[in-house]
């Protein structure tokens, strides 16, 4: 099981920039997949980016590419989201989640949620 902390929400102007973290603790499998959603209000949660255990592989949703940059440090057990060049319909709840299977189970978890606003 695998706990998830976000934080570096706020406040920021379009045009600005902001580094989401997400603190992960508990045990990870190497097929860990963690990801990034939102949630707009009104709207259905959606993805934003994943990555792999490995960081080998990366996704993101058509509305991040070239702006928003996933990446994870495995030893500090943190994963960020670099998001540049924001506008106003990044503004949501960004949720942390991480995906895995065990040897008994699979796992899906979330984290709280952290509100990002970006203003015009």
């Known amino acids: 099981q695998v706990q998830l902390v976000e934080s570096g929400g706020g406040p920021v102007q379009a045009g600005g920039s902001l580094r989401l973290s997400c603190a992960t603790s508990g045990r990870m499998f190497g097929n860990n997949v963690m990801g990034w959603y939102r949630q707009a209000p009104g709207k259905q949660r959606e993805l934003v980016a994943s990555?792999?255990?490995?960081?080998?592989?990366?996704d993101y949703a058509d509305s991040a590419k070239g702006r928003f940059t996933i990446s994870r440090d495995n030893s500090k057990g943190t994963v960020y989201l670099q998001m540049n060049s924001l506008k106003p319909e990044d503004t949501a709840v960004y949720y942390c989640n991480s995906k895995q299977s065990g040897p008994f189970r699979a796992y899906d978890e979330w984290g709280q949620g952290i509100q990002v606003t970006v203003s015009s």
């Open positions: 990555i792999t255990f490995s960081g080998d592989r990366t």
